[in-house]
C-alpha cells in the first residue's frame, strides 16, 4: 500500500528519538543534581513535533528499542498527530538515553548512553521507503551518521528523498562526545553537505566546521551551489540567512530563558512548515523575513520551558508573540 500525502504536503523527519534526564534543579553539574525528569528528545523528532505542534503534517523514520522507553517515546509521537509508518522497534537494543544538564546560564552539558543503542541499528533494507518518498521536505541531521548500519540507512533515505523530488533540509546538530574525534565530526558532518538544499548551522557549529569565528565571511564559506538558504542561528541574537541572491540578519524576541533545549528545532520545524507550500519564499526577502521573524518566535516561546517536546509552541502561542512584539 503506498502512503497517502494528503494534500497538506508531508514533512519527514529521519534519525534518532531518545529520552533527555533533565535535573530537577537548574545549574548544576550531573553528579549534583539531586534528581533527573525524562523528557522526550532527539532533535528529528522535535522537529517532527514542531511541525506537527504548527498544524503541518509529520513523520518520523527512525528506530526504537522494543522497551518501555521506546514505546513510550512512539506514543508521544502519535498523540502529537506525527505519522510513526516508518518507525522501527529493535529487539537487542536499547532506547538511547542522555543526561543534560542546564548550567545556570541556560546552557546545556551531555553525557549519552548508547553501547549501542537502538536508532544506530537501522540498515537500508528496514527504511520505509513510502514514507520517505511521500516527503515534500526530507530533514536530518548527523548523529545518524556517526556508525553503520545506520550511517547507509541514512544515506539510502536521503537519495530516495531526492529522487522523489524532495527539499533536502540539513540540521547537523552536532553533538562532539558521540564521535570519536573532532576530525571524524567535521569530515563526516561536511561528507553530506552538498546535498543539502537549506541547511541550518549554530554559531558554535559555524566555528567548528570552518575553524573560524562567526562572520558572514565564514558562514559563506560553507555556501554550494546548489543550496537554496543557508541559516546561522546565534541564540539570543536572532538568526541570519544567506541565499545567492541576498543575505540578512532577523532578530529574535526577549524572554525569560529556562532552557534553551529543542529551541533550533522549533525554528527550523516552523521555517519548514511556512516553506513547504511555496519554495519561492526562498526567493522573496520580504517573504522570508516574515517567515524567519515567525521561526525566531517559535525558537524564543521553547526556551521559556524546560524540556524540547513540552516547549514547542502551537501556532496561537507564536501569535501572541509576534503581537506583543
Same mark, same amino acid.
Given at each position: 500500500?503506498?502512503?497517502?500525502?494528503?494534500?497538506?504536503?508531508?514533512?519527514?523527519?529521519?534519525?534518532?528519538?531518545?529520552?533527555?534526564?533533565?535535573?530537577?534543579?537548574?545549574?548544576?553539574?550531573?553528579?549534583?543534581?539531586?534528581?533527573?525528569?525524562?523528557?522526550?528528545?532527539? %532533535?528529528?523528532?522535535?522537529?517532527?513535533?514542531?511541525?506537527?505542534?504548527?498544524?503541518? *503534517? #509529520?513523520?518520523?523514520?527512525?528506530?526504537?528499542?522494543?522497551?518501555?522507553?521506546?514505546?513510550?517515546?512512539?506514543?508521544?509521537?502519535?498523540?502529537?498527530?506525527?505519522?510513526?509508518?516508518?518507525?522501527?522497534?529493535?529487539?537487542?537494543?536499547?532506547?538511547?538515553?542522555?543526561?543534560? =544538564?542546564?548550567?545556570?546560564?541556560?546552557?546545556?552539558?551531555?553525557?549519552?548512553?548508547?553501547?549501542?543503542? &537502538?536508532?544506530?541499528?537501522?540498515?537500508?533494507?528496514?527504511?520505509?521507503?513510502?514514507?520517505?518518498?511521500?516527503?515534500?521536505?526530507?530533514?536530518?541531521?548527523?548523529?545518524?551518521?556517526? =556508525?553503520?548500519?545506520?550511517?547507509?540507512?541514512?544515506? *539510502?533515505?536521503?537519495?530516495?528523498?531526492?529522487?522523489?523530488?524532495?527539499?533536502?533540509?540539513?540540521?547537523?546538530?552536532? *553533538?562532539?562526545?558521540?564521535?570519536?574525534?573532532?576530525?571524524?565530526?567535521?569530515?563526516?558532518?561536511?561528507?553530506?553537505?552538498?546535498?543539502?538544499?537549506?541547511?541550518?548551522?549554530?554559531?558554535?557549529?559555524?566555528?567548528? $566546521?570552518?575553524?573560524?569565528?562567526?562572520?558572514?565571511? %565564514?558562514?559563506?564559506?560553507?555556501?554550494?551551489?546548489?543550496?537554496?538558504?543557508?541559516? $546561522?542561528?546565534?541564540?539570543?541574537?536572532?538568526?541570519?540567512?544567506?541565499?545567492?541572491?541576498? *543575505?540578512? &540578519?532577523?532578530?529574535?524576541?526577549?524572554?525569560?530563558?529556562?532552557?534553551?533545549?529543542?529551541?533550533?528545532?522549533?525554528?527550523?520545524? %516552523?521555517? $519548514?512548515?511556512?516553506?513547504?507550500?511555496?519554495?519561492?519564499?526562498?526567493?522573496?526577502? =520580504?517573504?522570508?523575513?516574515?517567515?524567519?521573524?515567525?521561526?525566531? %518566535?517559535?525558537?524564543?516561546?521553547?526556551?521559556?520551558?524546560?524540556? &524540547?517536546?513540552?516547549?514547542?509552541?502551537?501556532?496561537?502561542?507564536?501569535?501572541?508573540?509576534?503581537?506583543? #512584539?
Amino acid at each position: 500500500m503506498a502512503f497517502s500525502n494528503g494534500d497538506g504536503g508531508l514533512i519527514v523527519s529521519f534519525g534518532e528519538m531518545l529520552i533527555d534526564f533533565v535535573p530537577t534543579v537548574s545549574g548544576v553539574s550531573l553528579a549534583e543534581a539531586p534528581g533527573f525528569l525524562k523528557a522526550p528528545g532527539g %532533535a528529528p523528532a522535535n522537529v517532527a513535533i514542531a511541525v506537527a505542534r504548527l498544524g503541518g *503534517r #509529520a513523520a518520523f523514520v527512525g528506530k526504537l528499542g522494543d522497551d518501555e522507553f521506546g514505546h513510550m517515546l512512539a506514543g508521544i509521537l502519535k498523540e502529537n498527530g506525527v505519522n510513526g509508518d516508518g518507525i522501527l522497534f529493535d529487539q537487542g537494543a536499547r532506547t538511547a538515553l542522555a543526561f543534560v =544538564t542546564l548550567r545556570s546560564d541556560g546552557e546545556r552539558e551531555f553525557m549519552f548512553y548508547r553501547n549501542p543503542s &537502538a536508532d544506530m541499528l537501522l540498515k537500508p533494507a528496514e527504511l520505509n521507503l513510502d514514507v520517505i518518498r511521500a516527503a515534500k521536505v526530507f530533514h536530518y541531521g548527523s548523529i545518524s551518521l556517526i =556508525t553503520e548500519p545506520c550511517r547507509s540507512a541514512h544515506l *539510502r533515505a536521503m537519495e530516495v528523498a531526492k529522487e522523489a523530488g524532495a527539499l533536502l533540509s540539513y540540521d547537523p546538530n552536532l *553533538r562532539l562526545p558521540l564521535w570519536p574525534s573532532p576530525k571524524d565530526a567535521r569530515d563526516q558532518i561536511l561528507s553530506i553537505w552538498e546535498q543539502a538544499d537549506i541547511i541550518k548551522v549554530s554559531d558554535v557549529e559555524l566555528e567548528f $566546521l570552518t575553524d573560524r569565528e562567526v562572520s558572514d565571511e %565564514a558562514a559563506l564559506s560553507l555556501w554550494h551551489p546548489g543550496l537554496k538558504l543557508l541559516l $546561522l542561528t546565534l541564540g539570543e541574537k536572532g538568526c541570519r540567512y544567506y541565499t545567492k541572491d541576498f *543575505r540578512g &540578519a532577523v532578530d529574535t524576541f526577549k524572554v525569560k530563558t529556562v532552557d534553551t533545549t529543542g529551541a533550533g528545532d522549533a525554528f527550523v520545524g %516552523a521555517l $519548514l512548515t511556512k516553506i513547504l507550500h511555496d519554495h519561492s519564499v526562498l526567493e522573496d526577502e =520580504t517573504r522570508l523575513r516574515e517567515v524567519l521573524k515567525f521561526s525566531n %518566535a517559535c525558537g524564543a516561546i521553547t526556551t521559556t520551558k524546560k524540556g &524540547a517536546i513540552p516547549a514547542l509552541p502551537n501556532e496561537s502561542e507564536v501569535h501572541q508573540l509576534l503581537q506583543g #512584539a
